[in-house]
């Protein structure tokens, strides 16, 4: 979300170059309407096959197309769908999660003896030295069950980014994996562009602070409690930069999981104020959680403010105060009040199980 960067960087290039060719072209067309001659219809021109120039590219932008001009900005009725879309993925996800809570403690007693009777299997079985298995199982258990959890996350962020370096998936990549309010995908990408960077930096930076910070809200909130408000983060947080975008007019496609980990950076901070952190670079310097998250909401406001347009500040903004709000409110609201779905859950459950146990007789 935070590195819109590469797309004003882009727009900046087309403006100075090509794109002013092509503006002044559609103003001489129409200054020439007095003579008799037919008007030649102007259509959106496509750089890498009409001009055969090449599109911009940096270290952290992808190759995007031209920037489309609308004679008009996108209305407030493109924001319609990007509202239900938030509000049925948010359900969905915590309703999930609350299910997925109850399977997990459900099977939990069986999974005991399961393990317990391959702890027994592994001592009778000869052990071999230097067992690729083996190390990576012990890797793995030394991690905290944040670290556990964040783990697909990062090979999801991961996966998508070396999708960006496939030149044929370079329009799938833009079209869904970029959120814009004026694209002609609006749900999708709100999601997607969650876990997509094109940036080796940009991504390394935020899967280390999400690695950094996993120990600590998933012994806030729990593995399942946490996945839902990470994604749900993501798309609150794409959501809010859509009604800036719209309501400014600075329109432009983002990306990136800052949004989805502000909010876990906001919700930490604000259960543990106290806690000191530090900078990688200089771990001399220490500040409490309290403090880095007043600044922070403080830069990214005055960014929104001020225009700048190195971040996408609004998605910033909005995955920080939902993580203000759900660990203040949201979790007594939602995940408290979920015990009428996981009953029904289990009702359904029940009677699903016993048809099956009747139709085996």
């Known amino acids: 979300m935070a590195w819109s960067c590469w797309a004003r960087l882009c727009s900046r290039e087309v403006l100075s170059g090509r794109r002013s060719r092509g503006h002044r072209f559609t103003l001489y067309t129409q200054q020439r309407n007095g003579f008799k001659r037919v008007p030649q219809k102007t259509e959106p021109r496509k750089p890498d096959q009409e001009t055969g120039s090449k599109p911009y590219k940096s270290s952290l932008s992808p190759p995007i197309q031209e920037t489309v001009f609308y004679t008009s900005s996108p209305s407030l009725k493109r924001l319609v769908k990007p509202f239900f879309f938030t509000i049925g993925f948010t359900g969905c996800a915590f309703g999930s999660a609350a299910i997925w809570q109850y399977e997990y403690l459900k099977s939990r007693v069986q999974s005991y003896f399961d393990e317990a009777r391959a702890d027994w299997m592994d001592k009778l079985r000869p052990q071999k030295n230097g067992d690729f298995r083996k190390q990576v199982n012990k890797w793995w258990n030394s991690l905290s069950e944040g670290q ?47 876990f997509s960077h094109f940036s080796l930096f940009h991504m390394a930076a935020n899967m280390y602070v999400l690695w950094s910070f996993s120990s600590s809200i998933v012994s806030l909130l729990g593995r399942e409690q946490f996945m839902a408000v990470y994604l749900s983060a993501g798309v609150i947080s794409t959501f809010v930069s859509y009604v800036s975008k719209v309501t400014t007019g600075r329109f432009g496609p983002s990306l990136g999981a800052s949004g989805a980990i502000m909010t876990i950076l906001a919700a930490v901070c604000t259960k543990m104020p106290e806690a000191k952190l530090a900078i990688i670079l200089l771990p001399m310097f220490t500040f409490t959680a309290g403090n880095a998250l007043k600044a922070i909401i403080a830069m990214d406001t005055a960014g929104l403010v ?35 779905l996981v009953k029904a859950w289990h009702e359904m459950r029940s009677k699903s199980r016993g048809k099956g146990g009747g139709g085996s007789h």
């Open 306 to 340: 001020l225009g700048w347009k190195f971040f996408d500040h609004a998605a910033h903004l909005g995955g920080a105060l939902f993580g203000i709000w759900y660990v203040t409110y949201g979790h007594e609201l939602i995940w408290k009040n979920r015990e009428p």
């Open 148 to 194: 556990r959890t964040v783990t697909g996350i990062i090979a999801a962020n991961v996966f998508v980014f070396c999708l960006w370096r496939i030149p044929s998936m370079q329009r799938t990549m833009i079209t869904y994996f970029t959120s814009n309010p004026a694209s002609r995908v609006l749900c999708s990408p709100m999601l997607l562009s969650t």
